[in-house]
């Protein structure tokens, strides 16, 4: 193997590139065109790539190709879905990695076996237990490296149904892919409300402040609050509202 093409010789190379992007600058890229975020998100996601490829795994690309893998399932079957959770918190919010993909599906349980058969002909590891979870609405792992994986759940909430029928198609790494908008994010990262949904919040709000539908989102938000049981979703908001926007 030549040297341009051992990770090994390039990885003081990335290392460097990936700490030139300190948290000003990735807070810069914040407001940034929507055309350099998605160059940020691509890069990170290429430098874990790197860290991939040498631990030893067999996939060339193993973001890019389970992304690949992950549209032709969902294309060939027609499922309607959206990603959430990091990806499109980096593609709205504040570049950072993320090494598994969040999809919301609206499937009908009948169809469940043949995506679930799908994934495994794909390469995805899937477990004994991953049919009854998605049934139950509750979230299933699909592993496709020691490192990446893809984590799919069924819509179960109005939110859900909505997020995916407003979903935004964006090209990442020359694969068209569905997102979640920024409100729909938004509530459903105040509904998990770990430190880093906290952060990702405040970078989508810094971000997509002067393009948010607040009147939409309110109204998702009150809705996900009432529908979960989870009044403490209003009072988040209203002080997240308060600290960022003023």
Same mark, same amino acid.
């Given at each position: 193997?030549? *040297?341009?093409?051992? *990770? #090994?010789? #390039?990885? *003081?190379?990335?290392?460097?590139?990936?700490?030139?992007?300190r948290e000003a600058e990735r807070r810069e890229f914040a407001r940034a065109p929507l055309s350099e975020r998605l160059e940020a998100l691509e890069a990170l996601c290429s430098f874990l790539e790197e860290t991939e490829r040498m631990e030893g795994t067999a996939v060339p690309q193993p973001f890019h190709e389970m992304l690949r893998r992950l549209h032709r399932v969902l294309e060939s079957l027609?499922? *309607?879905? $959206?990603? /959430?959770?990091?990806? $499109?918190? $980096? /593609?709205?919010?504040? $570049? #950072?990695?993320?090494?598994?993909?969040?999809?919301i599906l609206l499937v009908p349980p009948e169809q469940l076996p043949a995506l679930l058969r799908a994934f495994h002909e794909e390469g995805f590891a899937v477990s004994p237990m991953a049919l009854q979870r998605l049934q139950e609405g509750r979230p299933v792992k699909l592993a496709f490296t020691r490192r990446f994986s893809v984590d799919l759940r069924s819509a179960s909430l109005q939110l859900d149904v909505q997020a995916i029928r407003r979903a935004r198609e964006f090209v990442l790494f020359g694969i068209p892919l569905r997102f979640v908008a920024p409100e729909e994010l938004i509530a459903y990262k105040l509904a998990r409300w770990e430190p880093i949904d906290q952060n990702d919040v405040r970078g989508v709000l810094e971000a997509q402040r002067d393009h948010l539908d607040f009147e939409y989102l309110e109204t998702a938000v009150r809705g996900l609050a009432e529908e979960a049981g989870l009044p403490e979703l209003w009072l988040r908001w209203i002080h997240l509202k308060e600290e960022i926007l003023g």
């Open positions: 193997m030549s *040297p341009e093409n051992d *990770p #090994r010789e #390039r990885w *003081p190379v990335i290392v460097a590139e990936y700490r030139a992007l027609g499922v *309607p879905y $959206a990603i /959430l959770g990091g990806l $499109a918190a $980096a /593609l709205w919010g504040i $570049a #950072r990695t993320t090494v598994d993909v969040d999809v």
